[in-house]
């Protein structure tokens, strides 16, 4: 069992940077691969990004590259998301979750635990 806990969401002007957090407790955190999602009202939840167990390769929404970042620090059980020049489209909850394999998915239903999700709100 894990837990999550995302944190660092807010109202922003667009152009401005925001650093998601997410708190991992539970079972050992290194085991899983970690993803960002976020869902806008009335759409569906999408994937945003997703890093691997070490940190290393990592998987991007197109719509996130070259702005956003994803990165972990394993020995603090927590994974961050890094978003500059925010734009008012970026409004969404952004949740983490975190599937027990080694293998990337962009698909929701193979992620095992997830988090409440933090409001991320641009202005224009």
């Known amino acids: 069992q894990v837990q999550l806990v995302e944190s660092g969401g807010g ?25 960002w999602f976020r869902q806008a009202p009335g759409k569906e939840r ?35 998301l890094q978003m500059n020049n925010l734009k008012p489209e970026d409004t969404a909850v952004y949740y983490c979750a975190c599937r027990d394999s080694a293998m990337f998915s962009f698909d929701i239903k193979r992620y095992d635990y997830w988090g409440q999700g933090t409001q991320v709100t641009v202005s224009s």
Do not use: H, W
């Open 46 to 80: 999408e994937f945003v990004a997703g890093i691997s167990r070490s940190g290393g390769p990592q998987r991007y929404a197109e719509f996130a590259k070259g702005r956003f970042t994803i990165s972990r620090d394993n020995a603090k059980n927590t994974v961050y």
């Open 11 to 35: 109202l922003v002007q667009a152009g401005d940077s925001l650093r998601l957090s997410c708190a991992a407790s539970g079972r050992t955190f290194i085991t899983y691969i970690v993803g």
